[in-house]
């Protein structure tokens, strides 16, 4: 019996985002419905995002499945971001910021660093991660020394971050684009002719390989190491951490700076990945937003954000292919939307389930007690 | 005589237990019925179905005869149910009056009519002898006093069956006389009360009638006059009870753990412990007694580093650790049981096991090269859960959440235990427990002063510091005002130290 409950509570977890995600497509199918289209359409363009083929005509284009990695690398990075701070009990809304600050760093050792693509694409990576971390660091710091709530810091920061990225960029890496820098060299790219080939011109890259690194970090370090679980103690109970002899405000900095790797990261990939130079921004592009969307679905676990990332990324990626189907590629925007609702609506959601349960469970007992086999107490 | 409360075959399923089995409830009119039961018996799962705040799976309620559906709390209320929470509900800026006609305002076109609430507050105090100032603000007030808001509350809101949820456990002994002044004077103006305990003391004092419930069933329902404390704690565990705390006599040994004129101030920033110095001995156990809010709270925050300590100092085994952080003070053979389990003493959306190894995770063989490993925390919660007999539904993977009060206690008490710490602070260990824990956590609180462990006992109940300790320390306004001998004292003596108008052989 309390096996069973266990079981029962952990199938629980994984099926209300499953069941938000269902809803989520529910809701957009009807929108589509709503502007005259058929929704199948719909579900044949998102499934051909996902595999690459289309049902419709029988044709595979590989492409596809190269744009959706490149859609979902960086979300699931700021989801790693958002996740691993709220597992520490911060709310981190920088993201944004931290990723762009990776993205400069990156950019800068692409540049300046001269060395052969073994060496330079790594310390690249290192450094966005090295970026994000310290800018994750500043709202760490405030929060444990000054208790500055980290919402108010992260937003601030993120401006912040705008705008030094685009003052950096031309005034130090200036070049005749006022947009962007100069073409990095091609050994701090993670471009491969032989990826782009493979997936038929798709931007696919390297970056994939360090994304599923950070996603089997986030996992062992949380679940797995004496540091992760002083982390979640102290996102689960401050005093009762600190009770166990817990160093609650270190834990707090580190937290974010781990936070703001995995953001920094994210930036990396983009500079030096889907792009080959650095960028003026004339806003935040919603990395840091979309990443909050995606721990939240994910429910801030490792395979959770894998699993959010690669669907917010096929929602992303399958835009177009609505477009060109005749759907609004807004519909995609919907269901991330919706989807994100109703994982909000957490508890609408149970109520349901148990209802579903209930009636369920009611037509059992009566078959039981007609059988003559009722359970007696416990 | 009529039954104005009648609960019969109640049945309620929660997810893998059956927290009411069949359990029946008959309350007389203008009686005081007790609701006797341990921890996780039901007595609060019954409460919440007839306050509406559950429905039951099975079984019928009759009020006044009637049968009824609570469907929530405001049917309740109608029907002239009112419950005295534990954890009193009120806003703390806010008058008496003021807290008593929120959600009822009466109004003088569009302003409150405050003075009119007053003036039926004053007059409801004094026609039940509250000695309620209708215009005190709630902090100004004391506990007691709090608890007579939340009784007018009910009151103003004409509830004629009243439930009183554990409503001594935050009372002084003074207090506790007082309410149950109270409570017969609500009886004879013709209320009913249902009153939820497990201190046999009480009902045996102003209870008619008593319902005992265990593990979720119904065990019977005695007059309170016929029955003997031993019958109904026998009733409620399951098994005889002893009462007297078995002990022998100490033996103090060096001293392990050294207070120097400590001096800590509160969270208002003013010395919330002034000056006060203690020394505890290898193999006795120094009770601590006071009303709440004396600076006990500051007091053991001090002694295990989660309050900065203003000036003075604490010694463990002649090693100063007034500066050393929480941590190195546990290294140092400081164990510490938390008077809020909750908040300090366990991180209740951990599993048990992670639980257990709160203070040693870091060490091996829990871990290696900063690697938990969760076998050896398994075993660990294995070995724990089967020497100190905690109950716990999946074994060491169940959430400290789900698990009962008293269980929750255990699992902390064989965590600290097991650390074999030199200096033992221990905070309120038994509360809001049932005899049956009671008895078992004093009896291991004994053996480890047996051991040779240092034991400062930090309580507000008076019979527990008095049953336990061998030399009573009083604190009143931040000050040890009396230090005795356990076996040359009694209740009068510490009460009138308690309340700071005699002070004794400091």
């Known amino acids: 019996m309390a096996a069973k409950t266990e079981k029962a509570a952990k199938g629980r977890k994984v099926l209300i985002p499953l069941v938000a995600v269902a809803l989520g497509f529910l809701l957009g199918s009807i929108v589509v419905l709503l502007t005259g289209k058929n929704p199948l359409l719909m579900f044949n363009a998102i499934i051909q995002g996902l595999t690459g083929i289309n049902i419709a005509t029988g044709g595979f284009n590989p492409r596809h499945i190269g744009e959706l990695v490149i859609q979902a690398m960086p979300i699931i990075l700021t989801g790693l971001c958002v996740g691993f701070a709220f597992r520490t009990g911060l709310f981190n809304i920088g993201a944004e910021g931290q990723l762009m600050m990776g993205s400069l760093a990156a950019t800068a050792v692409a540049l300046t660093v001269k060395a052969p693509t073994f060496v330079h694409v790594p310390l690249i990576l290192v450094a966005g991660m090295g970026a994000g971390a310290l800018w994750g660091a500043i709202p760490g710091y405030l929060k444990s020394r000054f208790n500055v709530h980290e919402v108010v810091v992260t937003i601030m920061l993120n401006y912040t971050a705008l705008h030094f990225n685009n003052w950096t960029i031309l005034n130090v890496f200036t070049s005749v684009d006022r947009v962007k820098t100069a073409e990095f060299p091609t050994t701090a790219l993670l471009k491969d002719p032989w990826l782009a080939d493979l997936t038929n011109g798709s931007r696919l890259n390297w970056g994939f390989v360090p994304v599923i690194l950070a996603v089997i970090a986030f996992w062992f370090i949380l679940e797995k190491t004496t540091f992760g679980y002083g982390l979640r103690a102290v996102g689960f109970n401050k005093d009762g951490a600190k009770y166990a002899g817990m160093k609650v405000d270190r834990n707090v900095v580190l937290s974010m700076v781990i936070a703001g790797a995995f953001a920094g990261l994210a930036g990396a990939i983009i500079t030096t990945g889907t792009f080959s130079f650095g960028r003026t921004l004339s806003s935040a592009e919603g990395y840091g937003f979309d990443g909050i969307a995606v721990a939240l679905v994910g429910m801030t676990q490792a395979p959770g954000i894998l699993l959010a990332g690669l669907l917010f990324g096929v929602l992303k990626s399958a835009g177009p292919l609505m477009q060109s189907a005749g759907i609004p590629r807004e519909i995609g925007g919907i269901i991330q939307a919706s989807i994100v609702m109703f994982v909000a609506m957490k508890l609408g959601i149970e109520r349901i389930l148990d209802l579903a349960k209930g009636k369920r469970a009611a037509k059992a007992a009566l078959a039981a007690t007609a059988d003559g086999v009722g359970e007696v107490g416990v | ?506």
């Open chain 2, 1 to 506: 005589m009529a039954y104005i409360i009648e609960m019969l075959n109640i049945v309620k399923d929660f997810p893998g237990i059956r927290a009411n089995d069949d359990v029946t409830l008959q309350v007389e009119k203008g009686s005081i019925h007790a609701l006797l039961g341990e921890n996780g018996a039901g007595k609060s799962t019954l409460m919440s179905i007839l306050f509406g705040l559950y429905t039951p799976d099975g079984g019928s309620i009759r009020i006044r005869g009637e049968t009824v559906r609570i469907t929530d709390p405001n049917v309740a209320n109608e029907l002239g149910i009112g419950m005295v929470h534990q954890h009193f509900k009120l806003v703390h800026n806010f008058t008496v009056t003021e807290n008593i006609i929120l959600g009822l305002e009466p109004r003088k076109g569009l302003m409150i009519d405050v003075r009119k609430a007053a003036s039926k507050v004053a007059e409801l105090s004094k026609l039940y002898g509250l000695d309620v100032d209708p215009n005190a603000k709630i902090e100004d007030i004391s506990v007691g006093m709090q608890q007579r808001v939340e009784i007018l509350k009910m009151l103003y809101r004409d509830a004629e069956i009243l439930i009183f949820d554990e409503p001594t456990a935050v009372l002084t002994p003074q207090e506790i006389h007082e309410l149950i002044g109270i409570m017969r004077r609500l009886v004879e103006e013709g209320k009913t009360i249902l009153l939820i305990t497990h201190k046999l003391k009480e009902i045996k004092e102003v209870a008619d009638t008593c319902t005992v419930l265990r593990r979720g069933k119904f065990i019977g329902t005695v007059a309170v006059k016929d029955a003997s404390e031993a019958r109904m704690a026998e009733m409620m565990v399951g098994r005889e009870v002893s009462f007297s705390v078995d002990k022998g006599p100490a033996a103090p040994r060096e001293v392990v753990l050294e207070i120097q004129n400590l001096c800590v101030r509160n969270n208002k920033n003013l010395l919330g412990v002034k000056n006060l110095s203690l020394q505890v001995r290898r193999g006795e156990i120094l009770g601590v007694c006071g009303i709440d809010g004396n600076g006990q709270t500051e007091l053991i925050q001090a002694l295990t580093g989660l309050a900065k300590i203003e000036s003075g100092s604490v010694l463990i085994n002649g090693h100063n650790v007034t500066q050393l952080p929480v941590r190195q003070r546990l290294d140092r053979g400081l164990g510490h049981i938390p008077e809020d389990r909750h908040r300090h003493g366990l991180i209740l959306d951990f599993r048990l096991d992670e639980n257990l190894v709160i203070h040693n995770y870091g060490k091996a063989p829990y871990s290696r090269y900063g690697v938990l490993d969760f076998t050896a925390i398994r075993k660990n919660a294995e070995r724990l859960i089967e020497e100190f007999d905690v109950r716990a539904g999946k074994g060491p993977a169940t959430f400290a959440r789900s698990m009962s009060g008293g269980n929750q206690q255990k699992a902390i008490l064989a965590r600290e235990i097991d650390r074999s710490p030199e200096a033992f602070i221990i905070a309120q260990p038994t509360r809001g427990l049932d005899v049956g824990a009671i008895e078992y956590i004093h009896k291991r609180i004994i053996a480890e002063r047996d051991k040779g462990k240092a034991i400062l006992l930090v309580s507000l109940e008076l019979d527990e510091i008095m049953d336990v300790s061998d030399r009573i320390a009083v604190i009143y306004g931040g000050e040890i005002v009396g230090l005795v001998d356990a076996s040359k004292t009694n209740e009068n003596e510490l009460g009138l130290m308690m309340s700071g108008s005699v002070r004794k052989a400091v």
